[in-house]
């Protein structure tokens, strides 16, 4: 060792040769811990009020104080074990909501969500907004989480009856979608209703790029419904 310490004291080149080999093992060592992370554009609609806003600050862990309407769009980035999603909020409210398709183009994924407390009409314009989205052609088959937010999430019968009014199923048709409900207070639960989402955009995608496994897809594609 000391014989060793005395030879790279002496040969310098030895010793600035061995420093970057050590830099370089460093360097792998720290490449191999970093976990590569796809990302996803997705998009964040619903009616005025609904709670988007609230929803994806709390997903980001920020002191959401009530922000208010969200005139035009706002962005957040929102990081899971599985992905890094790039979420556009569109404000819900009725003078925006005639400019919301300038907004589809490139979305991978629609996240729709919906107060429970609505009243019938309320539910009636959501579910009608909502359909008029996914008939557009930007939003082709781009898969559709629905978030149902203010009711007690253990209340599976509300949930149901929600889900039956919203009509999600006959206005998705082949579409790949979720429909679930979720609590502030329960980030986790929200995380995980996301990371399910992503593996079912990332399904679709391997499925359109492999159409042998499309028919194998077809039932799985209904998840977290109620
Ligand atoms: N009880 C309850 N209140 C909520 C929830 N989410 C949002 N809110 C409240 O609902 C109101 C509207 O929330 P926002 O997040 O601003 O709604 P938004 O969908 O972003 O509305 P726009 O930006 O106008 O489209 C605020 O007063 C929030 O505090 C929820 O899950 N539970
Ligand atoms: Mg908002």
Redesign the pocket.
């Known amino acids: 060792m000391v014989v060793y310490a005395v030879y790279l004291t002496l040969n310098k080149n030895a010793f600035e040769c061995q420093a970057i080999s050590f830099f370089q093992f460093c360097c792998k060592c720290c490449q191999k811990k970093q976990i590569v992370k796809e990302e996803y554009a997705l998009l964040a609609l619903?009616?005025?009020?609904?709670?988007?806003?609230?929803?994806l600050s709390r997903l980001c862990g920020e002191d959401e104080e009530?922000?208010?309407?969200?005139n035009g769009f706002s962005m957040k980035d929102v990081s899971l074990t599985n992905a890094i999603l790039h979420i556009k909020?569109v404000?819900?409210?009725e003078s925006i909501r005639r400019y919301w398709h300038h907004y589809f183009s490139g979305s991978e994924g629609l996240i729709f969500?919906v107060d429970g407390s609505s009243s019938d009409a309320e539910l009636e314009c959501a579910r009608s907004e909502l359909q008029t989205v996914l008939l557009h052609q930007d939003m082709d088959q781009v898969p559709l989480l629905v978030l149902i937010?203010?009711i007690d999430t253990d209340d599976k019968e509300n949930q149901a009856k929600l889900s039956g009014k919203l009509d999600i199923q006959s206005i998705c048709a082949s579409r790949s979608f979720m429909i679930d409900a979720?609590?502030?207070e329960d980030v986790t639960h929200m995380k995980m209703l996301l990371e399910k989402f992503v593996s079912m955009i990332a399904q679709r995608a391997n499925s359109c790029n492999n159409p042998n496994l499309k028919e194998a897809d077809q039932d799985e594609d209904v998840i977290g419904r109620f």
């Open positions: 619903g009616l005025s009020d609904a709670g988007k806003s609230t929803l009530d922000s208010g309407p969200t909020e404000g819900g409210s969500v937010n203010k979720y609590s502030l």
